[in-house]
């Protein structure tokens, strides 16, 4: 069973940065998506960003321009690279990674102090 493994949250201050990383376990075979999303407290999960097996892109509007995703395929590990971090970011953040079967982390805890 391949498992997904974040790591990179923590306590930041309004204006910082901080690096995710997510790695899998194993080999996943077919991957047509990594992804990013988060949940805050009382709130739904959003999409924060994707990369498909294009390379493109796409970004919730509240992200862009602040946070970038990117990949490396020969680990099977995606990033999310936050900078300009403000207090609303704050919620858990989880990877997905969409293959012949679909992956979710266990999900990291990003925390924005103002």
């Known amino acids: 069973q391949v498992k997904l493994v974040e790591s990179g949250g923590g306590l930041v201050q309004a204006g910082g940065s901080l690096r995710l990383s997510c790695a899998a376990s194993?080999?996943?075979?077919?991957?047509?998506?990594m992804a990013w999303y988060r949940q805050a407290p009382g709130k739904q999960r959003e999409l924060v960003a994707n990369?498909?097996?294009?390379?493109?892109?796409n970004y919730v509007d509240s992200v862009k321009g602040r946070f970038t995703i990117s990949r490396e395929n020969a680990k099977n590990t995606v990033y999310l690279q936050m900078s300009s971090l403000k207090p609303e970011d704050t919620a858990l953040y989880y990877c997905?990674?969409?293959?012949?079967?679909?992956?979710w982390g266990q999900g990291t805890q990003v925390t924005v102090s103002s």
């Open positions: 997905y990674i969409r293959g012949r079967d679909n992956y």
């Open positions: 194993g080999v996943i075979f077919g991957i047509t998506a």
């Open positions: 990369i498909l097996s294009s390379g493109s892109t």
